[in-house]
Nanobody, 122 residues
Framework: VQLQASGGGSVQPGGSLRLSCAASGSSIIFNSGAWYRQAPGEQRELVAR??????????SYSPSVKGRFTISRDNAKNTAHLQMNNLKPEDTAVYYC??????????????WGQGTLVTVSS
């Protein structure tokens, strides 16, 4: 199983970006996904998480992005997205996706994608 993150780039304050995290592999089930970010000199921070539960998806956000970012997933494509609106300079960071993925052979395992850089600057 591999995770491929994409969608980073440079944008002006107030702009938007959409990050994607695609899982590839055979017979996989995308149980949960999350986005973290790490700014220079800072610790890695959990930004948003989407968790599959028996009663539906459970979503949570960091207070710093709540109301501006939206996490979602496409089960058919085993992909999670992070829609980022009203971006601020303090959102500048390398964004990492992680997912808990089930395969019949390996069970449920956490995977990490490569980072994608988001720069918010005027």
């Amino acid at each position: 199983v591999q995770l491929q993150a994409s969608g980073g780039g440079s944008v002006q304050p107030g702009g938007s970006l959409r990050l994607s995290c695609a899982a590839s592999g055979s017979s996989i089930i995308f149980n949960s996904g999350a986005w973290y970010r790490q700014a220079p000199g800072e610790q890695r921070e959990l930004v948003a998480r989407i968790l599959r539960t028996a009663s539906g998806d459970r979503i949570s956000y960091s207070p710093s992005v709540k109301g501006r970012f939206t996490i979602s997933r496409d089960n058919a494509k085993n992909t999670a997205h992070l829609q980022m609106n009203n971006l601020k300079p303090e959102d500048t960071a390398v964004y990492y996706c992680t997912a808990n993925i089930y395969t019949p052979a390996g069970g449920s395992v956490d995977y990490w994608g490569q980072g994608t850089l988001v720069t918010v600057s005027s």
